[in-house]
């Protein structure tokens, strides 16, 4: 099993940023790849950026040049750094973290985030 702790979300207004992490313990040596997903109320989750063991990113074309993934590899926690947020980037955000060893996903309890206009 793996466990995702997330924390760093919170209320700003547009224009300004934020900072998630996320912190992975348990079976940590059996995750290929963790991200981010976010979900606005009535709407189905989505990706919003994800980075490999490697260290290779990808990010959903709504957040590019705006949102940087990384992670910290020893701490096995990724970042989320989000600037120039906008009230279209309100949602709970939930990390992910994909088990390559168990064909799983695991996802953290998630961390609201609201963007006031």
């Known amino acids: 099993q793996v466990q995702l702790v997330e924390s760093g979300g919170g209320l700003v207004q547009a224009g300004g940023s934020l900072r998630l992490s996320c912190a992975a313990s348990?079976?940590?040596?059996?995750?290929?790849?963790m991200g981010w997903y976010r979900q606005a109320p009535g709407k189905q989750r989505e990706l919003v950026a994800t980075?490999?063991?490697?260290?290779?990113?990808n990010y959903a074309d709504s957040v590019k040049g705006r949102f940087t993934i990384s992670r910290d590899t020893a701490k096995m926690t990724i970042y989320l750094q989000m600037n120039i947020l906008k009230p279209d980037d309100t949602a709970v955000y939930y990390c992910?973290?994909?088990?390559?060893?168990?064909?799983?996903?695991?996802w953290g309890q998630g961390t609201q985030v609201t963007v006031s206009s």
């Open positions: 992910n973290a994909w088990s390559t060893l168990y064909q799983l996903d695991y």
């Open positions: 348990g079976r940590i040596a059996s995750i290929g790849a």
């Open positions: 980075i490999t063991n490697s260290g290779s990113t």
